[in-house]
């Protein structure tokens, strides 16, 4: 929906954004061609996750955290476990508990790259009001689709015990551990999913996207030779190179006025962005092969600034999510004891982990006996709020010529490039929104 | 219906969110009812689709805003035609209750008989209780949904029921 006043004034506004998860809306004036104000809303009723966590023990992380995200709880619990983890002197590198959140990690990439892809994106590209109506051109796309994400949920549930909020995390690792012949009735589920996740960068490959090369800071881990999923040292392509434990130093966090969620910015530099493009850029080399393979079919380049490929990379990424979970789970061998001993301390700790949309900081201050103090939750959405944004701009700078209506999906489409979980971004304190 | 068919009963809804809950309640109270098989949703469509596979027939409950008297409860025949486009819950998933019905319909994967059980809500803020409203309409919103669950099964035997709470995954 849009007004124009007199003055050759547009006013874009889409007061609720469909095909994201959460609520979200966008507002954009014109002036003639100058674009005068881009304002992504979001108004997802607040989480009050960090005031919930004080005063709660250390053990309750996992559970609790979880519930900020129906999509993503393992990344909630991951970074949130390797935090308090890190708080108590502990840190998860290598060995079956590692493989074991790995691969349930692969499992929530696997489901949420895949609803992206075919229920949140696809349909922008190719003129769809929803998967719906791809439903019913394409039917065996849907359904690949739907088989995909069943398939990560599979993995999830396996290892977690249940799909949505996994009862099976904990600090140090898990409640039980699955035994092998558990994870291989997942093999050829798996073996599936790999070649639909082909057929699915072949498919995106395909899309017919705009060619806009976007100039902004990309950031996320790297790992010591793993493409980045469950910890790593915090890196960008303008020399950031730190530890979880300097986040705070390097990164500061605003409240904005128009939206419930905080602005994240490098200091001194300003709006980055984080997730696949930022993880394809920086840890291009750590893809396994038939990933890299992939996306070299698919004509993507080694360096990809085109916010509209990151549909591709995400096929990319299932790809590799896919690949790397038959792996773990052809070598898995359970461990000794499902979780490691976490003894409680006085002290801070800092937990960072790849959710599918970026990268999710967690931080926690403890008590001697694990009382959490203070929480301090930072998702990736949330920091590519500010980058989102300025992408908003560019496109419509760069479309300004167009119907309103055209407009208006060709900006909602760049909005969803970046997979916006806007559940996940606001879980702070309620802000007073003027208009 | 064939002698083995069966019913499932999928509660949709976030336990964070006030009204919200309802669905998720209701369904719970009809666990280990005999013949009925619960599902509880966060209402993202895709998986309600994964929920459907299988049934021969599915309840789904949720709560609903469309400007009715809260603790209204709303009951729509979905097997033939969609969910009126103006009752709709407040949308937290990228694939809500209605668009997962249409999306089974169009891959012909909508069970024979699918009814809707909405009741309205009106408080929705994360962390909210339940409004006295919609916390009076659950029993007689168990009521009904267990009425037509009998209703459809009234020729079939009795089935091992399962809950959806549980955990599963494991041996």
Known sequence: MSLITGSGERTLRVDYLARVEGEGAMYIKLSGNEVEDVRLRIYEPPRFFEAFLRGRAYTEVPDIAARICGICPIAYQTSGARAIEDACGVSIDDGPIRDLRRLIYCGEWIESHALHVYALHAPDFLGYQSMIELAGEHPQLAEQGLALKKTGNRLVALIGGREIHPINMRVGGFYRAPTRTELLTLRDPLARALEQSLATVRFAAQLPMPDVARDVELVCLRDRDLYPIDRGQIVSDRGLEIEPAQFARNIVEEHVQHSNALHARIRERGAYLTGPLARYNLCYDQLRPVAKEAAVEAGLERACHNPFQSIIVRAVELVDACDEALELVARYEPPDRPAVEVTPRRGVGHGVSEAPRGMLYHRYELDDDGTILDARIVPPTSQNQLAIEQDLRAVVERYHDLDDDELRLRCEQAIRNHDPCISCATHFLQLTVER | ?171
């Open chain 2, 1 to 171: 219906m064939p002698a083995d068919a069966t019913v499932v009963v999928i509660g949709v809804g976030n336990s964070l969110r006030g009204d919200d809950s309802a669905g998720l309640e209701v369904a719970a109270r009809l666990c280990g009812e005999p013949r009925i098989n619960v599902r509880m949703s966060e209402g993202e469509g895709i998986d309600l689709l994964a929920m459907l596979e299988g049934a021969d027939a599915a309840l789904l409950v949720d709560a609903v805003r469309s400007g009715a008297t809260p603790g209204t409860i709303h009951r729509y025949d979905v097997s033939d035609e969609p969910l009126p486009s103006s009752p709709r819950r407040p949308a937290g998933h990228a694939i809500g209750t209605a668009a997962a019905i249409e999306l089974a319909r169009r891959l012909g994967r909508l069970p024979a008989k699918v009814v809707v059980f909405g009741v309205e809500g009106e408080r929705f803020e994360t962390g909210s209780a339940r409004s006295p409203a919609v916390q009076a309409a659950i029993e007689p919103l168990v009521a009904a949904v267990r009425r037509e669950s009998r209703r459809l099964l009234a020729t079939v035997a009795a089935a091992e029921p399962e809950c959806g709470d549980r955990s599963r995954g494991f041996g």
